[in-house]
């Protein structure tokens, strides 16, 4: 247990909202107090997001010592994963890396198989060192860079939101993901449409004019336009194109044209030939 790393007016601040989550949950984000990784405002504004969510649970990721903790609900049939202190490697190598209070991510679920769709970060700004000009300045700039990095988006929240419009904080969230879901499905549903058109489109054959090639006498073909190839059940007069005006000179009678000898004509064999 790590209860008691909260002090009594702090547990009995978040006692509301915990038994809204398992225990399990409850534990782990306590435990970032413990370490040291958040204050105690950072930790009641992860519980009052959780439990915004019907369903919560833990997901441990061994092994990865970055983004270590996971907690996993559902959103409109969505898999989403709340990732406290979520860490985003620092553009100059020299520096510690950067980290998000929490990262929200939303995925489709697709053959049982979830497909990620876009994320929103959150950053709690309670501290007063964080509205110094120079740590305004210093916040924007790597939201900037966490945005090219990660492609992360981020909505900052100071404690006088969290406390009086909170509801508000809720609607921005479900709204985003609304938003997403709704840019995916109709992806998804002209993807399908497309697909479904396909199944109209008639079978092709060889073009007769140009025998597949796409151009004669130095021009697209004037039947498939340089496709090379067109409707099986299109009728084709091959005798209104047994001669064409010489694509070479342009009809004008010369014999310095090595393709009509000075006749402006050539024939379709010859024409081929000219691509």
Known sequence: MTKHYLSNNEQKYLNTFMKKIPERCTEAVINLKKTKRASF???YFLVR???????????????NTTNDIRFKTFYKGHAVYIRPHYKVENINPKSQDWSIDFVLTIHRIINN???FIDSLGIEYDGHPSHFTPDRLLSDRKRDIQILIKEHVNLLRITKDIVTESFIEI??????????????????????????????????LTTCQLCN???????????????????PENQKIDLSEFEIFTCGKCGGITSNDCEFCAGEGK?????????T
């Open 212 to 230: 597949g090639i796409g151009r004669l006498n130095f021009q697209d073909c004037p039947i498939c336009h340089n496709m090379g190839s067109t």
């Open 41 to 43: 405002e950072e930790v």
């Open 266 to 274: 050539v024939t379709r064999e010859i024409a081929l030939s000219m």
């Open 170 to 203: 809720e609607k921005a969230i479900f709204s985003f993901f609304d938003r997403k879901i709704s840019i995916i499905d109709e992806v998804q549903s002209k993807t399908l449409s497309y697909i479904n058109s396909l199944e109209d489109i008639p079978t």
């Open 49 to 63: 997001i959780m439990t915004i969510f019907d369903y919560i649970s833990l997901v441990e990721e061994k092994g």
């Open 113 to 115: 198989k979830e497909i």
